[in-house]
């Protein structure tokens, strides 16, 4: 995953719905700007949960609406659809099927 710094709240509401789903995220890349997440997801480095609002311009990614477990702000996983690698597919299929609503996109 790539996602913010240990240090914003967004990274430790992530960690805390991670360890409730049973598992730890695998960093590959982190920062402290929100526009960089979304570039490293476009150049396909990892997926991201983020808010919605950053969103709200960016027809180029896939967005999946997560609602489980219930998180304090509305985030969404996103991701590149044109050469996902097996491990990002694998760890999508997961998220689907453990913390997506009845809505999930099925790029």
Known sequence: MVTLT???KQRSTLETACRA???VPRVVAETSDLG???E???QQIGVAVLPRS?????ATVTQLSLTRPKLGRRIMLV?????SPPAARAFLALARHH???P???TA
């Open 36 to 38: 960089v997440v979304i």
């Open 40 to 42: 490293l997801t476009h």
């Open 21 to 23: 789903a049973g598992f």
């Open 6 to 8: 240990p240090a914003s």
């Open 54 to 58: 950053a969103l709200e311009r960016d």
């Open 99 to 101: 913390l997506a609503g």
């Open 79 to 83: 991701w590149h659809p044109a050469t």
């Open 103 to 105: 809505d999930a996109a």
